[in-house]
Nanobody, 122 residues
Framework: QAQLVESGGGSVQPGGSLRLSCAASGYTFSHYCMGWFRQAPGKEREGVADINKNGRYTDYAESVKGRFTISRDNDKNTLYLQMNSLKVEDTAMYYC???????????????WGQGTQVTVSS
């Protein structure tokens, strides 16, 4: 049974940084595309960043380009999201997701974590 567990969320002031992690188990991590998504109250879930199976290709939502960096460690079965220069509008529940065939920013991945809350406020 595939399991994704996010961690690293919290409260931070605007301009601050956080690093999210997603520990994967129950499947062959390196065979899956991975993505980070977020959902704010009253809004639809949106793609933040995705990374292909070997980590060579990444893509970002326009709203986070230049501020967020997605990466993966296939030896540790872990996905990361480094978030810098955080803004109030980045406040949301952040989810990691995995899929054996789908990459990209559409929220149609097969496996999902439970999420970790990120709150940016002064």
């Amino acid at each position: 049974q595939a399991q994704l567990v996010e961690s690293g969320g919290g409260s931070v002031q605007p301009g601050g940084s956080l690093r999210l992690s997603c520990a994967a188990s129950g499947y062959t991590f390196s065979h899956y595309c991975m993505g980070w998504f977020r959902q704010a109250p009253g809004k639809e879930r949106e793609g933040v960043a995705d990374i292909n199976k070997n980590g060579r290709y990444t893509d970002y939502a326009e709203s986070v380009k230049g501020r967020f960096t997605i990466s993966r460690d296939n030896d540790k079965n872990t996905l990361y999201l480094q978030m810098n220069s955080l803004k109030v509008e980045d406040t949301a529940m952040y989810y990691c997701a995995a899929d054996p065939a789908v990459c990209g920013l559409a929220p149609i991945y097969q496996y999902w974590g439970q999420g970790t809350q990120v709150t940016v406020s002064s």
